[in-house]
């Protein structure tokens, strides 16, 4: 695609939700884009490969979650994948310093390559597993936001999400169209944790075509320091 055409494409999607653009960030994410396609060749990054796709679904998507942002938040995004929402944030609020947290090395590979290319500053690139993380003195409770797409069911993800914030923190869960049995699951967990629903917001993506919904938790106490549980544990058995 050339970069006329994803330039018009993005800012009409933008516009849809009321966010504007500069050519700089058009620039970063058309050169996002490219490494995306150049690099999933390689390497098993993500399934969505069609520049009109990764600009609704990768870019756009992520984008939304400006909107719960301050100037200058410390934010983690967990499983991060191919950086997603992490990275398009950090492109849109230059002054927010993000941490990126994935468990696959070959992506974190990736990462630094973008990050590198796109020049971004005030951005590290992690390997490893949020639960090992989350138990770690140096991030346990550092974070005023931790984002995290498309990673795990909701009773599993608070568990990753909620030892990494501070008290009147937020957790920005991703998620798709049907999100009311997995939050009714979630509920015990998310007070065990120390967390509140804040609100659910649901939103439309491509001429109101697909379906999403931003979970919002306010941490409003710390975390026992039994969670999280070992590698694998959440997954395998979520808090009930």
Request: with cysteine; proline share 3%; glycine share 4%.
């Amino acid at each position: 695609m050339e970069e006329k055409e994803f330039e018009k494409i993005l800012k009409e999607e933008l516009q849809q939700i009321k966010i504007e653009i500069t050519d700089l960030q058009v620039q970063q994410f058309y050169k996002y884009m490219n490494l995306l396609i150049e690099w999933n060749n390689k390497m098993n990054l993500t399934a969505i490969t069609e520049p009109k796709e990764i600009i609704l679904k990768h870019f756009v998507d992520s984008i939304i979650a400006c909107k719960y942002l301050k100037n200058e938040s410390n934010l983690i995004d967990i499983g991060t994948g191919a950086g997603f929402p992490g990275i398009p944030l950090k492109i849109m609020k230059s002054n927010i310093h993000i941490t990126l947290l994935d468990s696959l090395n070959k992506r974190t590979i990736f990462l630094k390559e973008v990050v590198k290319e796109l020049e971004l500053k005030n951005i590290e690139v992690y390997h490893g597993r949020a639960e090992e993380f989350g138990q770690n003195i140096k991030y346990r409770e550092k974070f005023d936001v931790v984002t995290s797409r498309a990673v795990a069911n909701l009773s599993t993800l608070v568990e990753y999400m909620l030892p990494f914030i501070k008290i009147q923190g937020l957790c920005i869960c991703m998620k798709g169209s049907e999100v009311k049995e997995e939050i009714s699951n979630a509920k015990n967990a998310i007070k065990l944790l120390g967390g509140k629903i804040e609100k659910i917001d649901e939103y439309y993506l491509g001429n109101n075509e697909m379906k999403r919904n931003n979970i919002i938790i306010l941490k409003t106490s710390s975390t026992p320091n039994k969670y999280p549980r070992r590698a694998g544990i959440p997954s395998k058995e979520p808090i009930k």
